[in-house]
């Protein structure tokens, strides 16, 4: 089965264009006080990572560790065929450096004086093409390889193995006195891809429509007793956050470091939720069409004489 070894893809990045993963910026002291910023702010909301322990034990210098993601996905052939997809993906936006260079006059902006120390600075790769922050590891046709029902699992794990070392080892580049080291903060993807790749047993994937069942890998929500549909300020299953592990076996991802205890609660953490498919397949758009149905209750559609049906009020809306 071929693909791109990580250890390559990023040696070849940083020679002939570091500023992919560094920013928009090219690699000097600004790049290492911009990493060491990044990873200041990161540990607030994630102080267990393993690379911290790393960092304290003098096995990587956070101000030369680059944090990337995995993306993963399914896709389509030309011809429709499915596809399984798995990139690499930077996560330090390319706007920080446009952000460092900012001359507007506007003083509740960023002006020429910012420093990259602020972490304010920092942005996300949530615009430009994706080439520009996406780089691919493997893609395969799902039907090919249906034969092979482990094929996927056993080329994360592949992968994920690499991306240990390039943590642990670094990635040594010609004219950089020392290695770039590579720190994985998560793995980003839909729901039916955590569930199908990190063998999770609380998913929304199995959500109950009669039955109570776990749905969440973060908390027990769906759980007897604690609805996964509540939002209120004391909603049962925020006491569950972190309980137990969503999984009986490993996932594939297991060797990368991220957590000391791969079988603790908070090594879910590592399935992010995609902005995607939570805010525009999912929130934004019930909130969307609750709005819309609200409206035509109110009568904002109609004209005296028109049909008052929901279908009636939907076309008219629609035009």
């Not at 993306?71 to 460092?100: F, I, Y």
Request: glycine share 6%.
């Amino acid at each position: 089965m071929p693909y791109l070894r990580p250890r390559d893809t990023l040696a070849c990045l940083l020679k002939e264009d570091p500023w992919l993963l560094l920013g928009g910026m090219n690699p000097g002291p600004d790049t290492n006080v911009m990493l060491q910023t990044f990873w200041g702010a990161y540990k607030l909301s994630h102080p267990s990572h393993q690379v911290f322990v790393m960092a304290e034990q003098n096995q990587v210098d956070l101000s030369w560790t680059i944090p990337v993601m995995l993306h993963g996905d399914g896709a389509r052939t030309v011809k429709k065929q499915p596809l399984e997809v798995v990139s690499l993906v930077s996560v330090l936006g390319l706007d920080t450096a446009k952000d460092l260079t900012c001359t507007c006059p506007n003083k509740f902006c960023y002006s020429k004086d910012a420093s990259i120390r602020d972490p304010m600075l920092l942005k996300l790769n949530n615009s430009y093409n994706s080439h520009l922050h996406h780089f691919l590891i493997f893609c395969f046709p799902s039907k090919k390889y249906k034969g092979t029902p482990g094929l996927l699992k056993a080329m994360l794990r592949k992968v994920s193995e690499e991306i240990a070392e390039c943590c642990v080892e670094g990635v040594s580049v010609p004219g950089y006195p020392k290695p770039w080291h590579i720190a994985v903060i998560g793995l980003r993807g839909d729901a039916e891809w955590h569930s199908k790749t990190g063998v999770l047993n609380r998913s929304y994937q199995n959500v109950g429509h009669k039955n109570e069942i776990p749905c969440c890998h973060l908390c027990l929500a769906g759980s007897p007793n604690i609805p996964f549909e509540s939002f209120r300020s004391d909603a049962a299953w925020k006491h569950t956050l972190g309980h137990s592990a969503p999984w009986h076996a490993l996932p594939p991802y297991e060797p990368i470091p991220f957590e000391a205890d791969w079988t603790c609660g908070a090594a879910a953490n590592f399935f992010r939720y995609d902005p995607f498919h939570v805010f525009r397949l999912g929130i934004a758009r019930n909130f969307v069409a609750s709005s819309i149905i609200m409206f035509c209750n109110f009568g904002y559609y109609d004209s005296p004489g028109d049909d008052a049906s929901v279908v009636g009020r939907l076309e008219r809306a629609w035009a």
